[in-house]
């Protein structure tokens, strides 16, 4: 058994909760990122909302393979899965933008850790949304 598959045993003996954890931090650490880095570069010719939207679009795609292979190991199908996690997506990309706004915008707080609290916000909520819509067994 080569060093791949003796991670990927091991990964699957890990319960679907502490994997989605797992998964969830490496998928949040990449949107973050994103954010970061688009903001970083973009922000004197975009919006740091939109700036949200292209880093959210990028990490979805990701997300929803990671979330279907690691954590979930659907074996559904796969473009019925891709519409219902980008609805589920979609419902977490109106509620950052609202709840980023609102953070930013109406309590100035910085930007940064504005979408930091939104995301541990929104993580715990949609790991929920996920196991019972998006990856429903």
Do not use: P
């Not at 890990?14 to 880095?37: D, M, P, S």
């Not at 975009?46 to 292979?69: D, E, G, K, W």
């Not at 109106?94 to 929104?122: D, E, Y």
Request: aromatic share 20%; with cysteine; charged share 10%.
């Amino acid at each position: 058994m080569n060093l791949v598959n003796k991670a990927l045993s091991y990964l699957f003996s890990i319960h679907k909760k502490l994997r989605y954890l797992l998964v969830g931090v490496y998928n949040t650490v990449l949107a973050y990122g994103l954010f970061v880095i688009l903001e970083i570069f973009l922000r004197d010719s975009i919006n740091y909302l939109t700036i949200l939207c292209i880093a959210h679009f990028i990490a979805t795609f990701n997300s929803f393979v990671t979330f279907r292979v690691f954590v979930f190991r659907s074996q559904g199908h796969f473009w019925k899965e891709f519409v219902k996690v980008n609805i589920v997506y979609l419902l977490y990309l109106v509620l950052n933008v609202a709840l980023l706004f609102f953070l930013k915008t109406m309590l100035g707080m910085n930007l940064f850790v504005s979408q930091v609290i939104c995301v541990v916000i929104l993580t715990v909520l949609f790991y929920y949304i996920h196991e019972h819509f998006s990856f429903k067994i």
